[in-house]
């Protein structure tokens, strides 16, 4: 079945150190690909999202290419800032279907 | 425009009995989904309503159910309440029938005792 893998946490950076969370997935055609982040307290948020092959989706400094080569859409971050501290978590969605396959999340924490 | 709400935002129910959340989308929306989340199971998709039918479904016994009226709130019900069905439950609204980006509401935290 359709499933998305995503890189273990919690990952712990400093301030402006370059941030890369692993996602890869599993899945039948060509899914949409998305990350969407989640602040303490909140629901979730989309961040950038991929709709086909080398696509690249890009929002607030962050960055993920769809890789359908390698089945990944790997997020990126040249340098984090305290306020990225949040969940961020990989999903898809079939094409034709509004419902999202979710990886576990990761956590991220920037420390000062 | 008004993001997503859900009410309630908190809720806490006994084993055995059952509950309601609801859901309204943002304005103009007719898709909305609904996901459990826990720390266990991460997060799961429950079922999508689009235009007042259920279009798809998760993996989840049928004491879990929903609906969505003319106007695109939904709401859904959970019942017999078990333990394990605490959890945040969140919606999300999407603009059409076929959509790339969902938009989720704050959630309502169920905790079952």
């Known amino acids: 079945g359709d499933s998305v893998t995503q890189m273990e946490g919690p990952v712990t950076l400093s301030e402006e150190a370059f941030l890369t969370i692993n996602c890869t997935y599993t899945?039948?055609?060509?899914?949409?690909l998305f990350w969407y982040v989640q602040y303490p307290g909140e629901g979730l948020q989309l961040l950038l999202k991929?709709?086909?092959?080398?696509d690249k989706g890009s929002n607030k400094g962050f960055e993920a290419t769809y890789r359908k080569e390698t089945t990944s859409f790997h997020l990126e971050k040249g340098s984090v800032q305290v306020s990225d501290s949040a969940v961020y978590f990989c999903?898809?969605?079939?094409?034709?279907?509004?419902?999202?396959?979710f990886g576990t999340g990761t956590r991220l924490t920037v420390i000062p | 425009k008004a993001g997503v709400t859900q009410t309630p935002r908190y809720l806490i129910k006994t084993r055995g009995q059952q509950v309601t959340l609801s859901c309204s989308p943002i304005?103009?929306?007719?898709?909305v989904s609904w996901y459990q989340q826990t720390p266990g199971q991460g997060l799961q998709f429950l079922f999508e309503?689009?235009?007042?039918?259920?279009?798809n479904k998760g993996n989840f016994p049928g004491r879990f159910s929903g609906r969505q009226f003319s106007n695109s709130r939904s709401e859904m019900n959970v019942s017999t309440l078990e333990l394990g069905d605490s959890a945040l439950y969140l919606c999300?609204?999407?603009?059409?029938?076929?959509?790339?980006?969902?938009?989720f509401g704050p959630g309502t935290r169920l905790t079952v005792t």
């Open positions: 309503y689009f235009s007042e039918t259920q279009r």
């Open positions: 304005s103009g929306h007719r898709s």
């Open positions: 991929a709709t086909k092959a080398d």
């Open positions: 999903a898809l969605s079939k094409t034709g279907a509004n419902n999202l396959f």
């Open positions: 899945a039948t055609g060509y899914p949409s």
């Open positions: 999300a609204s999407s603009p059409g029938e076929v959509s790339y980006e969902q938009y």
